[in-house]
Every structure is written in C-alpha cells, then in structure tokens.
C-alpha cells in the first residue's frame, strides 16, 4: 500500500543533518578584522622603514657633508702651501671651540704619517686604533667615507681624499653611534606600534562585527527557515542605505516572492483537489454502475458516454493546466500573425450571441472598422472567448454585456464589460491564480483556469491584461495586443484608462 505524498511547502526531514556550526575561524568578521590588522600592520612597518631609513640618511648626510666641507678646505690649504698652509689651516681651527673636536691625519705616498692633530677626547684608557688608509691607490681625488667605533654610544667618522702628490688627507670627527641615536625610535616605535596594533584589532573586530550583522542575520533567518519550515521570517532591514541594506532587502524579497509562490500553490493544490474530485468521483459511481450485473447494455452505454465525459472535463483541466505553465515559462509556441482583432471579436460574438439569447442578455458590440495586431489567431481567439464566457456566465438574466475595441500606434485595445456580480477587492489579485475560483463563483460550472490561461497568453504575446470591478456593479476586463512584442507597450494604456 503505497503511502500518501508529502504536503507541499519547506520541512526539515529530522534525519537531515543542520549546517555545521561556524568555528571562530570561519567566523567573516573574525577574518575581516585580522585581514585588517594585518594590512595596518604591514603598512604601518612600511612607513616607520622609510622614515627610519629617510632619518638614518638624513643625519649621515648631515655629518658627511660637515667632513666633506673640512676636508676641501684643508686640500685647498695642502695644494697652495704644502704641509705647512695645512698645519696653519688646522691651528687656526683649532682656536674655536666647535673645531676642536675634528681629527686631521696626513699619510704620505711611503704610508708614514707626517702630520695629526688627534682631539683630546680620542686619547683615553681605551686607545683607539684608526686604521691607515689603504686601498685608495694614487688617484687625485678619489675619496672614501668609513666609520670607526670609539665606544658603545660614540663612532669617529673619517673622510680621506688622496691628494696631488699622493698623500692621504683624513678629516674625522666624533658622532652619536647610529644604533644608539636611533634605539629610542626603535623602541618607540614597538611600544606604540603594539599598542595601536592592539587598538586596531580590538575597533576592526568592533567594527566589523557591526558591519556583518546583515549578514549574520541572514544566515539566521535562512537557518530559522529551513528547521521550522514557516516562510514568515525576515531579516530586519539596517537603517543605513548601504550595499548591506540592498542585498538584506533582495533576500527579503526572494522570500516574499517564494512564499507567495508556495501559497499559490498551495491554493493551487487545493482548488485542484476540491475540482477533480467531483469529476473523480462521479466517473468511478458511474463505472461501478455500469459493473453492476443487472444493468442493461443501454443503461451501461450511458454510463461508459458519462465516464468519457468525465474523463474529457479531467483532461482538459490538465492540458489548461499545462498551457498555462508552458506559457508563463516562455515556451509557449506562437503563430504571430498581423490579424484585425475586432474581425476576431465579431466571430467570437457571433458564437456566444445563443448563450446571450438564451440569457436574455444583451450583447453590444462597439467595434471600428479594422484593429490590427500581431497575433496568433487560435490562442487569441480562446483569450477573448473565456473573457466573454465568463461575462455571459455572471451576469444575471436581463444584464448587459459590452464588447468594444480601439485602435492604437502601437497595437489594439479590447474591452469586455458586463453589469453582473463583480468581483470583491480581496479577490482581484487572486483571479489570475491557477484554479482559484471565488465563493460566490462556486455555484457555477468550470475549471477556474480561463483567467490564468489569459494572462498567461497576453503576456505571451507581450501584452497586459487588467481588470476593475467592484461587487454589484460588474466587471471590465481591458486586454492590450502589441504589434510587435513589447513589454512597455502597456504601460501608456493603463494611463490612459485611469
């Protein structure tokens, strides 16, 4: 014994396994916040670089360009009066006091030193060793700049130059070690840069936690949805107009959209079930009359023509139902042809005009001469016949139904309009719902399928349907065909009709 379906709609099967929890470090804001802290802190090491290279450079231009200026102003003194103009240069530098610091060495060609003048400063229990300066050749002019360590917070920066006979001339003088000048920046810059580290990771978790609450919200909403099956949550929609914003309220309008199509077609299901069990039931009475013994082959003839006819009012529900989802899919086949829609009315008319006699309802026609469009005439025609039928079919007997057609640039505009029951304000958007029937609509005999059929072949051919009724006073039904197939076209006429 086969077992009944399952009820349509989200449900959570409990063997199904939920989605895993999210660790800290899958966690966006988590990562978010570190990407962050690891971006400022790279940055920030780039910058304290350059500048710790930039000030590093800066002060050995500083002093290389105070030794340099010495050392040509001693070289010039040596070329004009030899040794002497470079002893009587020195001793008179030597009277001031920001001079009496600098170390002058003359080396001749042989490496034997003829002259220095080594400051006072430089001479203590911890002799200093200046190396000779080697490795210079005999080139004039030709220059070099080294550093000599004097103690843990003091180098002797030496310039030396060799001159025309080719002697060595070194200039020097005493400067700040440059790994103790720069250790408070250095350390400094640790202390600082951790702290603001830490501040940054601390704001950029803060910040980025608020920043992904849309988006945790979401993930709660959708798990909410899928343990409970109930499509009435929604994410909250964040006060600042940002891409957050916009994409919480695309996923609130994806859910709204499902939840109105699984409504549908729940209704859908429903009217189906409530309409093909009447049908159902009275082909299998009838097919089980006919198995009695004691029936007459006349009475079991009836019954087999009852259960074709049955069976013919079940299969042309299916095939509606199966060209109606086949035209909101866009597949539906269409013939377009350029064809005179009022032409089509008069036909239509003329088969309905015995419905309408047999009514007692007055049938009108205000149709122009020609209104052409581009259709296909069969999907057409059935269009405007289950309009009319449904006129006919609720409008009382002694009521009026009008038929009327205008041209226009861009295509034709039909009108259907009769004086019966209306439809209420809480059904008018639910019409066009496969297999919705209204109370009121109940008593009579059909399927529920015409108005979703039209739609469905309107907008097919790129057209609009409308309607505006109210209860006492009778509906009009306001169909548009295009020319050409054109999603706008509509548009001008729904104005026009307000």
Known sequence: M?????????????????????????????????????????????????????????????????????????????HQRGERGLRDAVARDSIAPEQVSLFVRLVSSRNDVTFAKVPDGWVGSRPVQIPLPGGLGTLEGKQRFIRVPRDAERDLAIASRVLGDGSVLEVGRTTDNRQVLLEPLRHTFLILGSAVVLVSVLGGAVFAHRATRPIRQ???TAN???????????????????????????????????????????????????????????LRGTAELALQPQTSPEQTREALADCVEESERVLSILNTLMDVTEAEAGMMRLD???????QLLREVAEVYEFVADDKKIQLRMELPSQCPARIDVPRARQV???????????????????LSAESRPDGALVRIRDNGMGIGPEDLDRIWTRLFRADKSRSQRGLGLGLSLVKAVVEAHGGR??????????????????????????VGTLLAQA
């Open 2 to 78: 086969s077992s009944a379906p399952p009820s349509p709609g989200i449900q959570r099967s409990p063997s199904r396994p939920g989605p895993p929890p999210v660790g800290w470090h899958r966690a966006f804001a988590i990562r978010l916040s570190l990407w962050y802290a690891l971006v400022f802190l790279a940055s920030s090491s780039l910058l304290f670089g350059a500048l710790y290279w930039l000030l590093a450079s800066t002060l050995e231009a500083r002093e290389q360009t105070l030794i340099q200026r010495k050392l040509d102003e001693y070289s010039a003194a040596y």
């Open 218 to 220: 979401i993930v709660d």
């Open 224 to 282: 909410s949805i899928l343990a409970t099956g109930s499509l009435e949550a929604r994410v909250p929609t964040p006060r600042r107009g940002d891409d957050l914003a916009e994409l919480v309220g695309l996923f609130n309008t994806v859910l709204d959209r499902n939840q109105s199509l699984i409504r549908a077609m729940r209704e859908s299901l429903d009217n189906a079930a409530h309409d093909l069990r009447t049908p159902l039931t009275r």
């Open 336 to 342: 377009l042809t350029s064809s005179d829609i009022c």
């Open 384 to 402: 405007l016949a289950n309009l009319l039928d449904n006129a006919l079919k609720y409008t009382p007997p002694g009521g009026s139904v009008r």
């Open 465 to 490: 349907v409308a309607v505006h009724s109210a209860l006492g006073e009778g509906s009009e039904f306001t169909v548009f065909f295009p020319h050409v197939k054109d999603e706008g076209s509509f």
